[in-house]
């Protein structure tokens, strides 16, 4: 084993104590009954701290630090893009869709899509989400967590998969959205810390002890292309990141799927108590985005140097772990830790929560509230089943998960925003244009995979979500005669009412002028 008696108590303390205190908050009301509210939205009570700090615990999970940093081994810096446009796209969430979601009241995405469109819409697309969820999030989490533990303590991945997924469930399922949101304040605080340590001790170790900054500067000596954040047609690395199709391409598609119409992580912002506080935790989240590619792929760049010879890119930042003192390899080893079982648990309350609400309460309409959140519990521990019997078939094969998760999850999400898009702020959007942009997207992916392979996956999101812009509209136009357009779900921008003046406007102008200047020091 590669942990010292001291990590390992520094470790054991700090799952007692997570556990404790989920346990704690998760503890119910005298003569309450928890109902689907209190489960599923945390009672609609986050305040902005407790959702901003939730939602980087959901995204910042295995495939993000392993999976993100591996990629930071291979391609550097370039892969940061991912984090920097993310900020953005978080202000663009909070000011333009979330008031449309929190206006309708809705649980889940699908239930949006139900009363905007109809239920077959709502129905395909909870099917969807499901098995994405389930074999691609859950497994890649999983499977890189387990690998992790692998790595650091040298246990058979099998087991540390077990023991993830049983500490996931353990401190999630009973007290649902609420534990889990309250517990990632902690887990977030931690999680960046022992991430800044670990910057810190890998740049220390490139440089021979000298300094985090001669360290920086040894990296840009020796592996300057690692800092290249924009690649030309010519690079190896083209094919993942396409140039400027960065930029103005397929990952603003990538990146408004994820951060606004993807369960997991809106949920949050849908359990806040106001409009006003889902969009200040939205800001708050987005500035800790910013500092995500300092904790995650600066460690992946550094081990290319430190580690010229590794099997698998994604086990970059488990050797780098290795390389820490008795102690602080205990704090960052807790600190991944839980990253893992934070995103675990997220995902498994929205597993849970669309299954439930989406999918079993239409079978079974006249249940009470607690037989629902039963049906939810046994959902998150049958989701994480699943996930680890399909981890390694799945995941064993890629040398990089965090492409894995986008090159599959890429096929459907250009059909996705179209749908949310053009069926939030475009009234003669009906049914079967949705449903059309949904089969257009996986069709069309699919064949440009086939026919066209050396195109880029980014540029193929691109190309496939202006089709499916075109199909979804012509669709709509021919059958808007049968199928009425525009239904419940609908909110015109004139008509919502945004913060044009206060903190949310200039909490964003302050993200866009740091990223400006991120983006104008490494070009």
């Not at 406007?505 to 070009?523: F, K, Q």
């Amino acid at each position: 084993m590669n942990l010292a008696n001291l990590d390992i108590a520094i470790f054991v303390v700090y799952v007692i104590g997570l556990l404790a205190l989920a346990l704690y908050i998760s503890r119910a009301e005298k003569n309450h009954e928890r109902d689907t509210k209190d489960y599923f939205l945390a009672s609609k009570s986050l305040p902005w701290w407790a959702i901003g700090a939730s939602l980087i615990a959901a995204n910042i999970s295995a495939e993000q630090i392993i999976g993100m940093s591996g990629s930071g081994y291979i391609l550097g810096l370039g892969i940061a893009s991912y984090e920097w446009m993310a900020a953005i796209t978080l202000i663009i969430v909070g000011k333009y869709f979330l008031p449309i979601f929190l206006k309708n009241e809705i649980y889940t995405m699908p239930q949006y899509l139900q009363q905007r469109f109809d239920g077959r819409v709502k129905t395909i697309m909870a099917v969807f989400w499901l098995a994405v969820y389930v074999f691609v999030n859950l497994t890649a989490v999983l499977w890189l967590g387990g690998l992790a533990i692998t790595t650091i303590t040298g246990v058979d991945l099998a087991y540390g998969m077990i023991f993830l997924g049983l500490f996931s469930i353990a401190y999630s399922s009973y007290g649902g959205l609420k534990a889990v949101a309250y517990t990632d304040i902690i887990q977030v605080v931690l999680l960046v810390f022992g991430g800044l340590v670990l910057t810190y001790i890998s740049l220390d170790l490139v440089s021979d002890g000298k300094g985090v900054l001669a360290g920086f500067s040894i990296l840009t000596e020796q592996a300057p292309e690692k800092f290249d954040m924009i690649f030309a047609a010519d690079s190896p690395h083209y094919i993942s990141l396409p140039g400027l199709s960065v930029l103005i391409g397929g990952m603003w598609v990538m990146n408004i799927s994820y951060w606004g119409f993807n369960q997991y992580i809106i949920q949050r912002a849908l359990a806040a108590k106001d409009l006003a506080e889902a969009q200040k935790g939205i800001a708050f989240a987005a500035y800790l985005k910013i500092l995500v590619p300092f904790f995650v792929v600066v460690p992946g760049i550094a081990a290319s140097v430190l580690f010229t010879d590794l099997d698998r890119a994604d086990q970059a930042y488990p050797s780098l772990m290795n390389l820490m003192p008795v102690g602080l390899k205990g704090l960052v080893f807790a600190a991944l830790f839980a990253a893992i079982v934070s995103s675990l648990a997220s995902m498994c309350n929205s597993i849970s929560t669309i299954f439930t609400m989406d999918i079993y309460s239409h079978f079974k309409k006249d249940k009470s509230q607690s037989h629902y959140v039963k049906v939810g519990r046994i959902m998150s521990i049958l989701a994480l089943i699943i996930a680890m019997i399909c981890a390694k078939p799945l995941l064993g094969q890629f040398e990089q998960a965090f492409q894995y998760i986008q090159e599959f999850t890429g096929f459907f999400t250009p059909g996705i925003v179209v749908i949310f898009l053009l069926g939030m702020f475009w009234k003669t959007m009906n049914s079967v244009g949705a449903i059309t942009a949904a089969v257009g997207s996986a069709a069309l992916s699919i064949l440009f995979k086939i026919t066209l392979p050396a195109l880029p996956f980014m540029d193929r999101v691109g190309i496939v979500f202006l089709a499916c812009i075109a199909l979804a509209v012509l669709a709509s136009f021919a059958t808007r005669k049968n199928y009425v357009a525009g239904g419940t779900g609908v909110v015109s921008l004139d008509k919502v009412n945004f913060d044009t003046t206060g903190s949310f406007n200039i909490l964003g102008i302050g993200i866009v002028v740091i990223l400006t200047a991120l983006y104008a020091t490494w070009w």
